[in-house]
């Protein structure tokens, strides 16, 4: 009797054994894979953060080579380049405007929106007091970012126009000191720069919200890939996703730690951080609102004739479906 | 119908109620599943076809490739659910519904493609600037294609609403229907459980109760009484039983007065044997007392023989019991112990076995006469153990009786090895002592005679000098002074030897290098051993310093080497080897006499013809001599050992018959590093006196009178007192005037130093000299050594005692110059 009891353990914990390899090869197919990407250092981000200091890259069996940019737009503008990049972390602004150029990128998910991250920021001793003050005024931006749009966005809604303001094309990390130095009057830029330029300008400065307080503006920041990259490797891609939805999920439930790891990976203050954290909503996702955000800018990116082109790319060619739809299928709503 | 199988009967019915239940709950659950799964399909299509509105709603204001794809897309995914849906098993009423709706559809994929061709044709005319009627005309036609557009997809949204009603009321209705089944059912399993349990129970319980009711009355005696039980279960058995057993009972009973007769009968017998018993019962108590007091007795017999087991086992004398074979009956756990045999072995042996040869003879004999029937009182006998050791035992044998005749002897002794052993240890402790008493009266007797012995031989010495002084060196009375002078020499000492021996000299210790001794002592030695014995010296250059006795070590060596040339009388090699040594606590073990520190060891070896055990064991004894008579004093050997004891060493021999000899001399090393500086004297030629004035305290006549003598002779002017009073009367009269006190250290009425000691008060620059035959006294040696005064020891020599008063005389005037 207790052999045979014996016997069957024996049976069972092999068959434990080799189910439990079985589950282990699954996991990770193939050989750990290197994937080298740009990423902005910004709150936005905190997804990648988190992913890359609780280890969830490894744990997918990948190598992530991370290489720090100052906005996305240079991100981008580095993979299209033909710098060694194999994705970006990037807003929707510099993927609309480089969409009338080229096809050879996709965005894969949106990790993080937000409409409260960009945001203009005045000297109160250049006399600007409201939105309408603005006019004639120097405003610092980085030409094709979603500051740029934003501020598009914003004169709009308080009856002006991009030409009715002096554009001064100024890098992401550069805009909080032009500020100080008063070589602009304004800035519109994204966190932390406006925190930045706040610390700088201490009560000079002056936080303008677009007329009647409405949220004007929602900022997608994507996962974007070269498109060579993401046809040769779809289960990287997928395991990618996964370590950002641990991440999203460790941010869900963790939200002092999450803090804590950001602030110290961007060496900025804890404080600081936390105050601005629940202005983004971060999660996966493929939504139809984006796609409309998309044409929306390219048409005003048309308009204001930022842009050679006359029509409106055909967005659903730069989305990848796949790799997400695996992942978190109900975060894909886009139609189809 | 049994019981059991009426039982049964009713379990298979609730089993079959309940499956029933459960069928009917299982198809009504997959039948709800089914309207579930259609209502999801309608959803689906409720949400296609808003999104397909989204999307032509886009498409009309911005008329992007997007839209126009994803319409396309969203089109034919709601197309194959259409299809989908229609191949299911759909209810037939929805049927009509599904039709107008796939009708729609069709309508509405038209009308987009036109609006799509109507928006391309448009788009064409105003880039190639065509006529505006035309324009007009495809505006107008867009606008009646979007309201055809949104009038179909309005009336399919209608439609599936309705159809998604419908189905939500069948879902509720299907619901409702399960409830209602369920309840019911549940209802009527009760109830029917009731009444089939009540059956049950009363068809088993009625004839029980008839039963109860037939045995009370057959009970109260009423053989007569008929159960009535018609059934044909258990029941009607057991009814029938019990009437064919009433029946039996009605037969065999008999009338009560026989009954009450026959039960007097034995109250009468049961009184007779109610007397029996008690009369047994106090035959058993007398029994029980006698049992108890068989015990009792039992119990003192046992303890008495666990008292005597217990003695014999614990004690320490050896009991044994032996066959008159010489077999062992019986020993004690002593025995085993003591001879260290087990019992194994034990049965294999006779008690003649583990006697000691020796007493073997004996043994038998006493054995025999206890065999005999004697006792034999207080012997003294020697076993040997199994280890080989000798137990020497003391005890009384007697034979053991049965029926007047002799079957065994027991013998009970002591162990008195260690008791014997330490009598022996005893023994050789006095033997020691009594040599030490032995040593000490010579010692003493030496001290007493020297003395004078010293003074008389001061007396003769000097006096032979003088007479040689005035003899004619060639004449035959020259040789007699000469054999005097000889004679005297070696009077002198022995003397000097039986001091030395019994401790009593005084010894002048410096830090001393023994290397530098043997040195200085090697052309002595060489003259004394002769030319058939080579001396060989092995010395350690850097040896440790030593606090010694120069003469008296030179005396230790001196010794030794004449006994060693002594011992070689056919030649040979005598070897001296100096060696530091530090003994540590476990090798002290291993040298003979030894203790823990650092030592210098002295070795003189020989080739020469060696000692037995014996003439080792007394070559330290005073006057034990193995030369011929008169050759020896016998007190070299004794002189060494007081030497090296009054050292603070030891000396140990090595030597076997024919294989030469080893002395090992330790002597413990100073905790000087430096060799005391040794005064380097100056040859005297000239002895005379140059008229010094010498006082001479000497209290014997005949030394006092050679002395003077002597003195003038030299040309001093002596003065001589024989006391120390007569000496201070003269010392004050001449005003302390004198160059040199010369004093006998024991004078009738005080000691020399007291004497010189005023002296020096008055004089402190006057020269001293002291004389002794013995000092008795170390501390007045320490006094001498410590304020610096020269001593001589008598008998002196006489140009000694002239070449100290010169060199002392010399020294003063040195130092007055």
Same mark, same amino acid.
């Given at each position: 009797m207790n052999r045979k009891i014996m016997s069957l353990m024996l049976v069972l914990l092999f068959g434990i054994l080799i189910s439990s390899c079985t589950q282990q090869e699954e996991k990770h197919p193939g050989s750990v894979k290197k994937i080298t990407f740009a990423v902005e250092t910004s709150f936005l981000t905190a997804p990648v953060w988190i992913a890359e200091n609780k280890g969830y890259f490894q744990e997918e069996g990948l190598n992530i080579k991370i290489k720090e940019f100052d906005s996305g737009k240079a991100a981008l503008a580095a993979m299209l380049g033909g710098e060694d990049l194999d994705m970006v972390t990037v807003a929707q602004t510099p993927v609309m405007f480089n969409s009338f150029n080229r096809k050879d990128y996709a965005i894969i998910a949106a990790m993080v929106c937000s409409d409260k991250d960009v945001k203009l920021l005045a000297r109160k001793d250049r006399g600007i007091?409201?939105?309408?003050?603005?006019?004639?005024? +120097? #405003?610092?931006?980085? $030409? /094709?970012?979603?500051?740029?749009?934003?501020?598009?966005? !914003?004169?709009?809604?308080?009856?002006?126009?991009?030409?009715?303001?002096?554009?001064?094309?100024?890098?992401?990390?550069?805009?909080?000191?032009?500020?100080?130095?008063?070589?602009?009057?304004?800035?519109?830029?994204?966190?932390p720069h406006i925190l930045n330029a706040g610390k700088l300008l201490g009560e000079n400065a002056v936080f303008l919200p677009p007329k009647g307080g409405a949220n004007i503006f929602r900022e997608d920041f994507y996962f974007v890939v070269n498109k060579n990259f993401m046809?040769?490797?779809?289960?990287?891609?997928?395991? !990618?996703?996964?370590?950002?939805?641990?991440g999203e999920e460790f941010i869900q +439930?963790? =939200?002092? $730690?999450?803090?804590?790891?950001?602030?110290?990976?961007?060496?900025?203050? *804890?404080?600081?951080?936390?105050?601005?954290?629940?202005?983004?909503?971060?999660?996966?996702?493929?939504?139809?609102?984006?796609?409309?955000?998309?044409?929306?800018?390219?048409?005003?990116?048309?308009?204001?004739?930022?842009?050679?082109?006359?029509?409106?790319? &055909?967005?659903?060619?730069?989305?990848?479906l796949d790799a997400l739809e695996d992942v978190k299928a109900d975060a894909v709503t886009i139609i189809r | 119908m049994k019981i059991k199988t009426n039982l049964i009967l009713l379990a298979m019915t609730f089993i079959i109620l309940i499956v029933t239940l459960a069928f009917i709950m299982v198809r009504t659950s997959e039948y709800i599943n089914e309207k579930i799964r259609e209502s999801n399909a309608v959803n689906k299509i409720t949400k296609d076809v808003f999104e397909l509105n989204i999307i032509t709603y886009e498409y009309l204001e911005y008329h992007g490739k997007r839209m126009q794809k994803q319409w396309l897309m969203k089109y034919d995914s709601l197309g194959k659910l259409l299809k989908a849906i229609r191949k299911e098993k759909m209810h037939p009423e929805h049927l009509p519904v599904l039709e107008s709706i796939t009708s729609d559809y069709k309508i509405l994929g038209d009308s987009f493609l036109k609006l799509q061709a109507n928006y391309t044709e448009r788009k064409r005319l105003i880039e190639k600037k065509g006529s505006q009627s035309k324009i007009n005309t495809s505006l107008a036609?867009? +606008? @009646?294609?979007?309201?055809?557009?949104?009038?179909?997809?309005? *009336?399919?949204?209608?439609?599936?609403?309705?159809?998604?009603?419908?189905?939500?009321?069948?879902?509720? @209705?299907?619901?409702? *229907?399960? &409830?209602?089944i369920i309840l019911f059912s549940i209802i009527g399993i009760i109830i029917l459980s009731v009444c089939v349990s009540f059956l049950t129970i009363k068809a088993i319980t009625k004839p029980i109760n008839k039963l109860i009711k037939g045995t009370t009355i057959i009970g109260k005696g009423n053989l007569e009484h008929k159960i009535d039980v018609r059934t044909k279960n258990e029941m009607g058995q057991l009814a029938d039983s019990f009437n064919k057993m009433t029946k039996d009972l009605q037969e065999t009973t008999v009338s009560i007065d026989e009954l009450r007769a026959t039960e007097q009968q034995l109250r009468a017998s049961n009184q007779q044997l109610r007397a029996s018993e008690q009369q047994l019962r106090a035959s058993n108590q007398q029994l029980r007392a006698n049992e108890q007091q068989l015990k009792a007795t039992e119990q003192q017999l046992q303890e008495s023989e666990a008292r005597y087991r217990n003695l014999i086992e614990e004690t320490h004398e050896i009991i044994q019991s032996i066959a008159p074979d010489g077999s062992f009956i019986f020993v004690n756990p002593a025995w085993f112990k003591i001879f260290g045999y087990t019992e194994s072995e034990l049965k294999k042996m006779k008690v003649f076995d583990i006697i000691h040869p020796d007493s073997l003879g004996k043994c038998q004999e006493l054995f025999h006469k206890v065999m005999s029937g004697e006792t034999v009182d207080s012997f003294e006998t020697t076993f040997v153990a199994k280890n080989g050791k000798h137990i020497i035992v003391e005890g009384t044998a007697v034979p053991r009786l049965q029926v007047g005749k002799v079957i065994a002897t027991q013998g009970f002794f002591r162990d008195v090895t260690e008791r014997k052993e330490a009598e022996k240890e005893k023994g050789k402790i006095q033997n020691q002592l009594i040599q030490s008493q032995k040593m000490e009266a010579i010692g003493t007797l030496a001290a007493g005679v020297a003395h004078d012995f010293n003074n008389l031989l001061t007396t003769i010495q000097g006096n032979v000098y003088l007479a040689m002084l005035e003899t004619d060196k060639n004449s035959t009375v020259a040789k007699d002074i000469e054999e005097i002078k000889v004679a005297a020499g070696r009077a002198a000492s022995l003397t000097q030897q039986l001091l030395l021996f019994s401790k009593k000299q005084p010894m002048g210790f410096v830090s001393l290098n023994i290397n530098r001794t043997i040195e200085n002592l090697m052309k002595m030695l060489k003259r004394l051993i002769g030319e058939d014995i080579t001396i060989n010296t092995q010395l350690d250059p850097e040896l440790w310093i030593i606090d010694a006795d120069e003469v008296n070590i030179e005396q230790v060596i001196t010794n030794i080497t004449v006994n060693a040339r002594d011992?070689?009388?056919?030649?040979?090699?005598?070897?001296? $080897?100096?060696?530091? #040594?530090?003994?540590?606590? =476990?090798? *002290?073990?291993?040298?003979?006499?030894?203790?823990? /520190? @650092?030592?210098?060891?002295?070795?003189?070896?020989?080739?020469?013809?060696?000692?037995?055990?014996?003439?080792?064991? @007394?070559? !330290?004894?005073?006057? !034990?001599?193995?030369k011929e008579s008169g050759k020896g004093t016998g007190l070299g050997m004794s002189v060494v050992y007081g030497i090296v004891e009054q050292h603070k060493g030891w000396i140990n021999v090595y030597s076997e018959p024919g294989q030469g000899s080893i002395f090992k001399i330790y002597l413990p090393a100073a905790t000087s590093k430096k060799e005391a500086k040794i005064e380097e004297k100056t040859q005297i030629s000239n002895m005379s006196g140059d008229n010094e004035r010498i006082l001479l305290v000497e209290d014997d006549e005949a030394i006092c009178k050679f002395a003077i003598r002597l003195l003038e002779n030299n040309n001093y002017t002596v003065f001589s007192a024989g006391n120390k009073k007569d000496a201070m009367k003269i010392f004050k009269k001449e005003n302390g005037n004198f160059d040199l006190i010369i004093s006998d250290m024991v004078l009738t009425d005080g000691t020399g130093i007291d004497l010189i000691e005023k002296m020096i008060s008055n004089n402190p620059k006057l020269k001293i000299l002291l004389t002794s035959g013995y000092l008795d006294e170390k501390s007045k040696w320490s006094i001498i050594k410590m304020k610096g005064y020269k001593f001589l020891q008598k008998p002196y020599e006489i140009h000694e005692l002239l070449e100290t008063i010169r060199r002392l005389l010399s020294e003063s005037k040195n130092s007055d110059s």
């Open positions: 007091e409201n939105s309408s003050d603005l006019r004639g005024k +120097k #405003i610092g931006v980085t $030409k /094709g970012s979603t500051g740029h749009f934003y501020l598009g966005l !914003f004169l709009t809604h308080s009856d002006l126009k991009l030409s009715n303001v002096d554009i001064i094309d100024i890098g992401a990390s550069a805009l909080p000191q032009a500020l100080r130095d008063g070589r602009v009057d304004a800035i519109c830029a994204w966190e046809e040769n490797n779809p289960e990287a891609l997928k395991r !990618f996703l996964k370590a950002i939805q641990k +439930k963790n =939200k002092k $730690k999450s803090i804590g790891i950001v602030s110290r990976r961007l060496k900025v203050d *804890k404080e600081l951080v936390a105050s601005v954290w629940d202005d983004f909503d971060f999660q996966l996702l493929l939504d139809q609102a984006m796609l409309m955000t998309l044409e929306d800018e390219a048409r005003w990116a048309i308009e204001n004739k930022l842009t050679k082109a006359t029509e409106v790319p &055909n967005y659903l060619d730069y989305v990848y | 036609l867009e +606008k @009646r294609l979007i309201t055809q557009s949104l009038f179909k997809s309005q *009336k399919m949204l209608s439609e599936i609403f309705k159809l998604s009603a419908t189905i939500e009321q069948e879902i509720s @209705r299907s619901q409702e *229907k399960v &409830n209602s011992a070689m009388p056919k030649g040979g090699t005598i070897t001296l $080897k100096t060696e530091n #040594i530090i003994i540590e606590e =476990k090798q *002290k073990d291993t040298i003979p006499n030894s203790r823990v /520190g @650092r030592f210098v060891r002295l070795s003189i070896e020989d080739t020469g013809v060696g000692m037995d055990k014996d003439t080792i064991s @007394r070559i !330290f004894e005073p006057f !034990f001599s193995t």
